[in-house]
């Protein structure tokens, strides 16, 4: 009797497509969110913030993500984007070196960008609860019970996109969340009369500046460093005379540059640890699943291009519901997939973010590289995906 009842259950399960709440609304969220939602799957997205909020974030993008951006409907010429064509890299001491970007890239805000996207799944029929912070997520064999304020919610899905670092990952009991990580990231907007069609990479004594127009007139600044150096100079305006402007290259900049902000953006406790991509039967997308060091990757990119996996898979395995067999099923095929396509680029990527921020290191590959004209080209393709 009971296994009939079973039987009978799973058979109903499988005649509707499962409701999927997704858990934080930055790019792979939200484009999860429409991707499903067209799909036909009731989707549910909460957000802690209200929309529209700013990141911390180097808000560039490789062109890798133009192709799929217009099918999702998103063009970033129309919301304002910068064209970036060159690279300038810097060592700690002022050294600079130069090079094209083969397929290029743009520079636009995650202000203007996660909006946009919003205003998009609003449209579409996307359910959002904003500004409320989810509390815990429990999985009771069958179905999600999400805790959010005095609320609860049900879902048979639930996919995790809800950053860098969460009380979520707390409460999943994360290995990474227990690895005290030794980086900070701060970024401004600011604007002065500096290049349009250029990323800078700068370095300094342990880590490195990002620095890219963005949509306006406006420019991203952002920097990712020690924490060290944040409890040695007590305040960022000092740390950044003490630590940052000994690079002449980033001196000139901050001394050029009309800051937008009178605060900065910033965020502690940046870890690169290897994370887990199915925690709990939750789908981890975007940065909850694995981000690559800054300095040479393409998170964003990284983040859409997971979306439309994750998305993929759910599409063609659970269009007709979802049980326990179909639920295995697509985890095993999301971390097949997700590693195929990601798993080399976030070890380059943090292989090469122990060269950098390094002053003797970043000193000695800046001069190596002055010498073989392909090395910095070869070095972007490593941590870039082909157009998707």
Known sequence: MDVGLQVADNNLQMKQRPSIFVIGGGLAGLTNAILLNRAGFPVTLAERKTYPFHKVCGEYVSNEVLPFLRTLGVFPEQLGASRISKLALSSASGRTLSSSLDLGGFGLSRFKLDHALYQLALHEGVHFIEGEKVNDVLYSGKIFEISIGGSEFQADMVIGSFGK???????????????????????????????????????????????????????????????????????????????????????????????????????????????????????????????????????????????????????????????????AQLEQEYTRSWHREFAFRLKVGRSIQRLFGKPVLSEFLLGAMRYIPSAVPALVSKTHGEPF
């Open 165 to 327: 670092r969460s009380n979520l990952d707390q409460r999943l009991m994360r290995k990474f969340f227990y690895k005290r990580s030794p980086y900070m990231a701060v970024k401004y907007f600011v604007r002065g009369d500096f290049a349009h069609d250029t990323i800078h990479l700068d370095n300094f004594d342990g880590g490195y500046c990002g620095f890219n127009k963005i949509e306006e007139n406006l420019f991203c600044l952002c920097y990712l460093t020690e924490n060290k150096h944040l409890r040695t100079y007590g305040s960022i305006p000092a740390m950044e005379q003490e630590v940052l402007m000994k690079n002449p290259v980033l001196k000139r900049l901050f001394e050029k540059a009309e800051f937008v902000w009178e605060r900065p953006e910033s965020i502690n406790e940046i870890a690169f640890e290897r994370k887990s991509l199915v925690d709990r039967h939750i789908l981890m997308c975007g940065d909850t699943a694995g981000m690559i060091a800054p300095l040479c990757g393409n998170g964003m990119a990284m983040a859409f291009h997971s979306a439309k996996i994750l998305s993929g898979h759910i599409i063609s395995l659970c269009k007709d519901g979802i049980n326990g067999q179909v639920r």
